[in-house]
């Protein structure tokens, strides 16, 4: 994984090579707040943490939570945040998929600071995910997209980060 990490772009990389929903991408990065309370509880964890997300610019979901996560690492002094394309990244892909099955995105591989995989979380907060497996999938693209960018315009990221939380958590208890 180590190798994976060190040729992934920076976020900030990534953002200037989006090519779809540019403009949005860097809409959400800017008005992504992250509480003091969510900083406090991560940087309790004591270690040093990388965040492998993969994602494609092309992707809503990808695009209301990727810079909610960049946000969170840029504030956090112990978390470090890389990106690669899933296209280009099947490997890691197929290792996580959602339900065994799809291989949607973003996809989020937490390391430890020896590069060591200690679990992943994706692709949508589990909120909008349950929605989506249960009435959500029967629905045509553009109803499930109103549906998802309603959700997404109202939590700003604040379930993202509390399961990114859970997840560390979880790890070092």
């Known amino acids: 994984m180590q190798e994976h990490y060190r040729r992934a772009l920076a976020f900030s990389e990534y953002l200037e090579a989006v090519q779809k929903n540019g403009e949005l991408w860097h809409q959400v990065y800017e008005r992504a707040r992250i509480s003091e309370q969510a900083l406090k509880e991560l940087e309790s964890s004591v270690r040093n943490w990388h965040l492998l997300v993969l994602s494609e610019d092309w992707c809503g979901d990808a695009v209301n939570l990727v810079p909610v996560m960049a946000r969170l690492a840029s504030e956090a002094s112990n978390l470090d945040l890389r990106v690669l394309p899933r296209d280009e990244n099947l490997d ?81 208890s």
């Open 92 to 172: 890691i892909m197929d290792a996580h998929l959602t339900n065994g099955r799809s291989r949607s995105i973003p996809i989020v591989v937490l390391l430890d600071e020896n590069f060591m995989e200690k679990g992943w979380w994706g692709p949508r907060p589990r909120p909008i995910q349950e929605w989506f497996m249960e009435t959500g999938i029967n629905m045509t693209s553009e109803e499930r997209s109103m549906h998802t960018r309603h959700y997404y315009a109202k939590d700003k990221g604040k379930t993202l980060v509390c399961e990114l939380l859970e997840l560390i958590s979880s790890v070092v």
